[in-house]
């Protein structure tokens, strides 16, 4: 099971999805064959590198060889509703694309979000040009290079068992765009109906930057827009064909979400007005007792001019509160800011060092790579230094040394 985060800043596009999920499966040469597998012998996968605004990524370009192999392709070629000019493309029906994805071979768990995605945009021009959905006529959606974008992107969203979704705001576009039926407005009428209920945005950049196909997948997937603190384990990128100003590329990862009782919160204030004194060791003290795991201090300067201090307090989320009203009752301040962090931590035991000139309490702790350190602690170790006459220094090295190689 896996927990996916879209970040469709820039939209999303059925040829994005497919791109972004590839590199996240690692399987582009598997796709290769997926016009065979779909029986659509018009159909070809090309896999090249491009770069979009320094994102190196690789795009997943699906051709259909029984159109004008020049055409141009928009922000997502098999859904720009740049069309209106073609006229070798197969207008189907549901029911065709149905019986096609029937019998493909793909895995039936493929077969189901393939089904389930069209029936989603089938829905939507039914509600849109108040046709039942059984006489709906697919014009971009039914060409060959439409369907392969949507049944690969089912393919690879099984493959990954994708089980639950994250998403960030959805960048729509604005403007106009040209389609079988004329110009319309941007989100087009078919993805305004797959929009409800999701948050979007406009963008900066004119151009109809989500497609009808990209907001069937979005759906589909049924995204949460309030995640909670989530740890990436793989990102991918998805290209767009049409370049804008800004990266056009879908991001997506792969996530760990942390539980609520793993999750951890930055507590922060500025304070102008206060002797440092007042943050010295009694406050730093009752500050740990209180409850918070580690702390900084730094120099700051204000607004107008004024030095001051930032404190900066990690807290598990469970003495948000407490650690957060001790800073408020203590402390010259008159408000905090807390966010979530996700943090990494390294394996670590504590050990007992005899020296000889007494003992030294330290943590032993195991890098990725498998490697020892000793982290020792501060009074031991200087206690350790002056009885064997050793810098600092000098001590922490003889202590490692005697431990580590023992």
Known sequence: MSILHIEPFSGAS????????????????????LPARLHLPDGRIEVREVNRNGIVCRQVRVIDLGEDPD?????????SHDHGHHHHRVNRHLSDIVELIDGAHIEEGAKTIAREIFQLIGEAESRVHNIPIEKIHFHEISGVDSIIDIVGTAVLLDRLSVTRTYCDPICTGFGRVKTQHGLLPVPAPATAELLKGLVTFKGD????RLTPTGAAIIRWLNPDFNPPALVPRSVAYGPGEKVFIEA???RVSLVDEQT???????????????SPEYLGSAFQSDLLA????????????MKKGR????????????????VSNYILETTTTIGVRFYPVARRILERRKVTIDTGHGAVEAKEVTTPSGRRRLKIEHDDLW????????????????????HLNK
Do not use: C
């Not at 994005?16 to 399987?27: D, K, N, Q």
């Not at 950049?205 to 109809?208: C, D, K, L, R, T």
């Not at 918070?292 to 120099?299: E, R």
């Not at 030095?307 to 407490?322: A, D, W």
């Open 383 to 402: 206690a350790y230094g002056r009885k064997a006459g050793l810098s600092p220094a000098e001590a922490a090295t003889a202590l490692q040394n005697r």
């Open 71 to 79: 055409r141009s392709h928009g922000h997502d070629h098999a859904h």
């Open 307 to 322: 030095t001051g201090l930032t404190l900066s307090v990690l807290v598990e989320r469970k003495q948000l509160e407490v």
């Open 290 to 301: 209180t409850g918070a795991i580690d702390f900084s201090i730094t120099s700051a300067t």
């Open 205 to 208: 950049e004119e151009g109809e």
């Open 260 to 274: 609520v009782e793993d999750q951890f919160f930055v507590i922060e204030t500025n304070i102008d007005d206060s």
């Open 14 to 33: 059925g040829d994005m999805f497919l791109g972004a999920l590839a590199s996240l499966a690692g399987a582009h040469d598997d796709l290769i064959n």
């Open 248 to 250: 056009n590329v879908l």
